[in-house]
């Protein structure tokens, strides 16, 4: 008569010990996280083929949303355009990008990088906000962004602002700098300051690192 009891605890056992595989298979995965940042990084966007259209195919040279979601981006980093032809427009409104316009003049969230003009240039951008930023080129009244020349990227803390980009005014807008050209902005949005003073000497300790 003893056996049925000892039976009873057996089904009781392996049904808890069923309940507790089922709830484990079902949890979520935990969400990635991002590498502990150890110095600040220099992202050529596109790697060696660079911020480029081609105007024959009507598409970019290369896909930049895939570049960008190979790389971690961390406070204090430079994203650095080599480019030709090319402005970048810079915004933290996603509708803004969407829409693949800077044109709306109340928008301080929007900035211009670079100009039209004629020849290879560098333009690099310091990443000072955290969340969600948007890239996508300024030129040809949108076409180009919505075909392909356009990007997020998710900016993590990481090491922090560095001294040089946490001193007022820089810490309320983001510094620029353009190599080889001097820079150009819309009417009612804040352009990329051009390179020079204490800017420089943070552009060339990134390069450097």
Request: proline share 7%.
């Amino acid at each position: 008569m003893a056996a049925r009891p000892m039976a009873n605890l057996t089904a009781i056992i392996l049904f808890l010990l069923l309940i507790t595989i089922a709830a484990t298979s079902a949890a979520p995965a935990p969400a990635p996280v991002a590498p502990p940042a150890t110095k600040y990084i220099n992202h050529t966007v596109g790697g060696p083929i660079g911020w480029f259209f081609n105007s024959t195919s009507n598409t970019s040279f290369t896909n930049y949303s895939s570049w960008a979601a190979s790389q971690t981006f961390n406070l204090g980093d430079y994203l650095v355009f080599n480019t030709e032809n090319q402005t970048v427009i810079e915004t933290q409104n996603a509708t803004t990008y969407r829409s693949c316009t800077a044109d709306d003049t109340s928008d301080e969230t929007t900035f211009v990088w670079g100009d039209d003009t004629a020849g290879k240039k560098t333009i690099a951008v310091p990443l000072v906000t955290e969340g969600a930023n948007y890239y996508f080129s300024g030129s040809g009244d949108g076409q180009q962004c919505q075909q392909g020349m356009a990007f997020a990227i998710e900016v993590n803390h990481g090491l922090g602002l560095p001294p040089i980009l946490n001193q007022p005014p820089l810490a309320q807008s983001p510094p620029g700098t353009v190599v080889g050209t001097e820079p150009s902005g819309s009417s009612g949005f804040r352009s990329g300051a051009s390179l020079s003073g204490g800017l420089l000497v943070a552009f060339v300790l990134v390069l450097n690192v």
